[in-house]
């Protein structure tokens, strides 16, 4: 009983907290479908998680950040704070989770995406782990403007056992 009314409790403080900011930004509100590692829908609307860079789907650890996501999202609600509509559409949002933490942070932490300072000013670095740049060479080469290799990057093209690891997040031994 008394998990119930702590859990209706932060419900309600995280609920507030999205209609106080109603008035100074569009916020939704709702379950997510994550699509990937920085991107999900909530309700119907299609959001760009603000400031971070997570792999593509067919690239290294695309398919662990995907699964990352889900499972902070897995059975909250999640409340988006829209600043800006990017270049393909998607609302440009802060996510947090009913508890106050912000569904960027927690994928930077993890490992599985990288802050963006262009976007973030740095916001998220401090969280990144050790070597996180290096696991996510393509979303780094991205953000250093090496849009081409981030382009041509064909996982079809490589061996099966390194296209295993590269789509499943898996580290050679």
Known sequence: ????????????????????????????????????????????????????????????????AKWALVNLCTGNLICAEAIATDWYGRRVARCTLPDGRDLSAEMVKQGLALDWPKYSSGRYAHLEPHGARRMLWLADARQQGQIQLWRDFDVASMPDAAKNLALEGGEAR
């Open 1 to 64: 009983m008394q998990f119930l009314q702590l859990h209706q409790q932060i419900l309600a403080r995280h609920l507030k907290s999205c209609l106080e900011s109603m008035f100074h930004r569009h916020v939704i509100t709702g379950r997510a479908s994550v699509l990937d590692g920085d991107c999900l829908y909530v309700g119907q609307t299609k959001i760009r998680l603000f400031g971070v860079d997570a792999p593509e789907l067919n690239h290294p650890y695309g398919v662990k």
